[in-house]
């Protein structure tokens, strides 16, 4: 099946470099491109792609409010698609709040072609990208800077009472950045038997994926920043 991608970003030298390299791809096809967020929506509405790669900082309208009305349309919009966001920046305060509006990960601009393709497949899957070194990061410094977090936390650590115990011990072994076969390892549970917990937590707490995942760990108190 091919995947069908829009590229969102104010650099028409750029659009022009990924769309060469995606539409190189057998199972991807570029079908539109625009040079803000605004435009970006109005793209996504009409050509429904699978995957929508997103600029974080552009004119008219940002990735950040543009990811939020994608994620989140109006009623009677019905096609919802993923969004990657691209950046320059590793950590980036943007990129925090598109992983929380629903994002599904985030790509910094400078990385090698072959991570770029591979991020759209991964993307389209329905699986989050998270680069858990840089992800984690992320996220931690945010949390510790940005007062709001705590009042975020309260909420979130109510919601954690719904998960039984090894449900919370996968959601924090998720937000430390481990793979499902290091999970799977961990707490020494077949790799089937761990997708199975990651998709009931999904499911109960109502997270779109592993990128929000991670969000509410930190949101709810179960890691902190900073620690081990």
Request: cysteine-free; glycine content about 8%; aromatic content about 4%.
């Amino acid at each position: 099946m091919t995947i069908r991608v829009i590229i969102v970003d104010d650099q028409a030298m750029v659009r022009a470099g990924f769309a060469a390299l995606l539409a190189a791809q057998a199972d991807i096809d570029v079908v539109g491109e625009a040079p803000d967020g605004r435009q970006g929506i109005d793209v996504s509405r009409r050509v429904h792609p699978d995957v929508v790669l997103m600029d974080v900082r552009m004119p008219e309208m940002d990735g950040l409010a543009a990811a939020r009305e994608l994620l989140d349309p109006p009623p009677g919009v019905v096609h919802v698609p993923r969004v990657l966001m691209l950046t320059t920046f590793d950590v980036d305060d943007y990129v925090y709040e598109a992983l929380r509006a629903g994002a599904s990960g985030f790509l910094l601009k400078d990385a090698p072609p072959a991570d770029l393709i591979a991020a759209v497949r991964v993307v389209a899957a329905g699986d989050a990208l998270l680069a858990p070194s840089v992800t984690r990061r992320l996220i931690a410094d945010f949390a510790r800077q940005q007062p709001s977090a705590a009042a975020a936390r309260g909420g979130a650590a109510l919601r954690l009472n719904g998960l039984t115990p090894r449900e919370t011990e996968v959601l924090e072994l998720i937000a430390r950045g481990l793979s499902n076969q290091e999970i799977a390892g961990r707490l020494v549970l077949a790799e089937q038997t761990v997708k199975t917990h990651i998709g009931r937590v999904l499911a109960k707490l109502s997270l779109r994926d592993r990128a929000q995942a991670v969000i509410f760990a930190y949101e709810a108190g179960l890691v902190v920043p900073g620690s081990a």
